[in-house]
């Protein structure tokens, strides 16, 4: 039975005889199985080579990967803070979902605003530790 028909819902067909006719063309043609399952396959592949392309591209022209963490982390240790203090301003840029987390030691009310955000659940510790950073970091705010 030709595709075309059975595409087209032809009303000569019922249901089941449609089904039965799509299921014989693969029965019938082992081989339109596996061609499915290779377009499906270079479906998938297709973005991922993309993908990769672009990835490599990008490492061969040496652009950095963005590391706003990483940058927090650096410009705490710059700033002479201790290892825990350092640990708590990124679980407190974490929380409060900062996408530059190093702005916060770059800006008082950047800092304050994650802060608020940080101990706004009750129960959360490191106010006092926080206060001391923020004391250190903007010596003249307040």
Known sequence: MPMVLLLQG???LSRDER?????N???DKPGATSSLAAVLVLAAAIPLAL??????QRRLRGEP????R?????LAAQASLSWWDRVLLLRVARAADLKDAGAMLLSANCFDRAVERWLAPPGREG??????IRDRLFPDSR
Do not use: N
């Open 70 to 74: 990483k940058l927090l982390w650096d």
């Open 65 to 68: 990967r963005p590391q706003p």
């Open 25 to 27: 063309l693969f029965v």
């Open 10 to 12: 032809s009303s000569e």
């Open 19 to 23: 089904y039965r006719a799509i299921h």
């Open 51 to 56: 993908w990769l392309a672009a990835f490599v």
């Open 127 to 132: 106010a006092e530790r926080l206060q001391r």
